[in-house]
């Protein structure tokens, strides 16, 4: 299940974060790569410690929690700290998948799993050229390339890519987050459970019977597939 949703961010906040991401410092971003996928990771990426690491990445944090369809999407438990990166000059990420186990920077050990990936565009499409992400699952191939302040979502167990960069550069946030439901089947049930309650709120309105019926299946579903 890819999920696209518009204007996490908006103009101005996307405008901070590049201010502040270009004035942070730049490190390889193999850092951060398990062993397999540094072998085709060629980008940048700011330190997960810096402060200007924490400091935007609070900022997204922040801006998911005020997001309900990335909640419905994601249902998150845990959400990874965001990180940074930067593609610019035939830099490229080529297919791999995420490791499933992701350590927590600063809590001297603690992980979690990686049930779903995110990126969130800071450049807009004309900003550059190639740096398609490409996600691969059982319907095909899938490139997204979203406006500045977008999020892309889909199943961290994904293969996927990002196309080389041919013109200007590629600036995004990536993170990950453990689901309350681990199953990928199950997660996209809910989701399409959940917008099929908020199209029928919209044209029956709350005082329905039907509408509270759904309601309660959803919840009933996610009471027995939730682990917490």
């Known amino acids: 299940m890819l999920v696209q949703i518009p204007d ?16 942070s410092p730049w490190v390889d971003g193999r850092v951060t790569a398990g062993d397999l996928a540094a072998k085709s990771k060629h980008n940048l990426q700011i330190p997960v410690d810096s402060d200007e690491a924490r400091e935007l990445g609070d900022f997204v944090l922040t801006a998911l929690g005020k997001n309900p369809n990335y909640h419905s999407a994601a249902l998150p438990l845990r959400v990874l700290p965001p990180m940074f990166n930067r593609y610019e000059n035939e830099m490229t990420f080529g297919i791999h998948v995420d490791n499933a186990i992701r350590t927590v920077p600063g809590t001297g050990g603690m992980r979690i799993r990686a049930d779903v990936s995110s990126t969130l565009f800071l450049s807009d499409p004309d900003e550059y ?12 191939s899938h490139t997204v390339k979203l406006p500045a302040g977008h999020l892309a979502v889909y199943p961290a167990s994904s293969l996927h890519a990002v196309t080389p960069i041919t013109r200007g550069a590629r600036w995004a946030s990536f993170f990950w987050a453990q ?50």
Do not use: F, P
Request: glycine fraction near 6%; charged fraction near 30%.
């Open 8 to 23: 996490v961010l908006t103009s101005t906040e996307v405008k901070y974060c590049r201010e502040r991401l270009e004035r």
């Open 129 to 140: 050229d190639g740096g398609e992400l490409v996600i691969k699952d059982l319907y095909g």
């Open 179 to 228: 689901s309350m439901v681990k199953d990928h089947g199950e997660r996209s049930t809910l989701y399409e459970l959940d917008l099929a309650i908020m199209d029928i709120r919209k044209q029956l309105g709350d005082d329905q019977d039907v509408v509270l019926s759904l309601v309660n299946h959803y919840h009933n579903l996610l009471r027995r597939w939730a682990v917490l």
